[in-house]
């Protein structure tokens, strides 16, 4: 608060967050970005509309499945309640997501571990080639009641230089994510979400029936949210640039653990 006498109206000054800043630059609205919805957002309104990810038509020419959809259309596996809110997979889009990413990726906590850290051409680079891959890896935001908050990594195993590290099956799809923001680290949330991604990859997947991570096995946090999101530890191999916790979930135990 500041003032000069009795006279004067006291002013509070407000900053906005470095997460915050980056939401607003990248184009997501005033709801995305976690102001209230009397600025003119409608409560009615559909998730994904209200999130500022179908106000343009390019979104919905992205969502149309290819003939050969390796991962069974990621972009239309839609928005799944969970009891931190309604979380969405939404895939990322250079130029409206590169900002964001790119300050998660400067984290020290993240770029411990996935070496990514510097100008956003190296978090560019890194994005590249999946976007314009042939589907095999997915990258997206996780959105949790419309807000950008972590960075996901759909991809098929079984397809990946990871096949060459374990006895891999037809369709098995592993998940590389991170908690962008520091508010959301520390509280289960890495746990809660793995379990909602691992269960709408088996339910939009009918062929898969193993979902894969590969922690790096010093990332404690991550490792423990796998394994309370149901996934067993199989084996420690080796990986280029870490030594791996082979994580699996099978289909057939998924009401067991």
């Not at 691992?198 to 096995?217: F, I, K, N, T, W």
């Amino acid at each position: 608060m500041s003032g000069g006498g009795t006279d004067c109206v006291d002013t509070v000054e407000l900053r906005l967050s470095d997460d915050l800043e980056a939401a607003l630059a990248a184009g997501y609205p005033a709801a995305a970005a976690g102001f209230p919805q009397d600025v003119g957002f409608s409560q009615d309104a559909g998730f994904a509309q209200e999130a500022g990810f179908l106000q343009d038509a390019s979104f919905l020419q992205e969502a149309r499945l290819p003939p050969d959809d390796l991962l069974d259309g990621v972009p239309g596996w839609g928005p799944v309640p969970t009891p931190a809110g309604t979380f969405q997979l939404v895939p990322v889009r250079m130029t409206r997501d590169l900002p964001l990413i790119t300050l998660w990726m400067n984290d020290p906590a993240v770029a411990a571990f996935w070496e990514l850290d510097g100008p956003d051409t190296v978090t560019a680079a890194h994005l590249r080639p999946q976007l314009d891959g042939d589907g095999r890896s997915i990258p997206c935001l996780g959105t949790l009641g419309g807000v950008p908050m972590s960075y996901w990594e759909i991809y098929r195993a079984d397809l990946d230089a990871l096949a060459r590290s374990y006895p891999a099956r037809p369709h098995d799809t592993g998940l590389h994510f991170l908690i962008g923001r520091v508010a959301d680290r520390g509280r289960g949330l890495g746990t809660l979400l793995l379990r909602t991604v691992a269960d709408l990859v088996l339910d939009r997947r009918p062929l898969c029936g193993r979902v894969v991570g590969e922690p790096d096995l010093r990332n404690t946090p991550s490792t423990a949210a796998f394994l309370g999101a149901g996934f067993r530890l199989t084996a420690e191999i080796e990986l280029p640039g870490k030594r791996a916790a082979l994580m699996i979930r099978d289909r057939a135990l998924r009401t067991v653990l």
